[in-house]
């Protein structure tokens, strides 16, 4: 039986959307860095959910976990990296944006608001550097291995607990409860239809990526368990 979870992965995507191929400034490395990278094979459970959502579209291109409006640097069509490199030749127009919301950002959350009906808990999936980027609150600090977050309210305080609990029997390690992050847009917007949390895990080696994956599947069967 699939464990009733809906899981998102925003950020693993290296694709350039067709329609900014030729704006592109970044290479493939840079597009690989500014996302979350491992996050493909670490989150690779969607045989195993009720519910999975990804996309192919890079993050430094189309932020899934960003407001619609959001227009900042680091917004929901970004103008530079998290590493303060510039993505494009040149700014894009109010039209363009509206065909990538349209043909990319809308039909994820549509589907995340479909794929919600009847499940559990959704989890909002990523993983983080290990060393804060530049352009980060927290710049320039070693990270926790594990931050669990739910925005002080996105989900019932003591399943967030419980899940932090199981994800440190797995990793047998500290889990970071909403530092250094609280919980970015998914889980705040997405919470009135379904409880939420967001997880994030360290890109540092301390497991490999199959690893990394297993103990995920690990804790979230557990959590999945005590439920019943």
């Known amino acids: 039986m699939k464990l009733p979870l809906l899981i998102s992965v925003p950020h693993a995507g290296t ?19 500014d996302g979350d990278e491992g996050a493909r094979e670490i989150y690779d459970i969607e045989d195993q959910v009720a519910g999975y959502v990804t996309t192919e579209i890079a993050r ?23 590493y303060q490199e510039s993505i494009y030749r040149e700014l894009l127009e109010e039209k363009q944006i509206q065909q990538l919301l349209s043909h990319y950002y809308r039909p994820y959350h549509r589907k995340l608001v479909r ?28 990270r926790p291995l594990i931050c669990l977050s739910d925005a002080e309210g996105t989900c019932p305080k003591d399943w ?46 301390f497991d490999t990526l199959t690893q990394k994956k297993e103990k995920v599947l690990r804790a979230l069967t557990e959590w999945s368990r005590c439920q019943k």
């Open 115 to 142: 794929l919600s009906k009847g499940q559990l808990l959704g989890i909002d999936c990523h993983t983080m550097a290990s060393e804060a980027p530049p352009i980060s609150t927290d710049a320039g600090s070693v």
């Open 60 to 82: 430094a291109y189309l932020d899934m976990n960003r407001a619609e409006s959001d227009r900042s640097a680091d917004g929901v069509v970004k103008t530079e990296t998290i």
């Open 15 to 33: 694709m350039i959307p067709l329609e900014l191929e030729q704006l592109n400034l970044l290479t493939a490395d840079q597009i690989v860095k």
């Open 160 to 205: 967030t607990r419980l899940m932090a609990k199981y994800l440190e029997a797995s990793f047998e390690c500290t889990v970071s409860i909403n530092h250094p992050f609280k919980g970015g847009y998914i889980i705040r917007s997405h919470s009135s239809e379904l409880p939420w949390m967001q997880l994030e895990l360290s890109r540092s080696p």
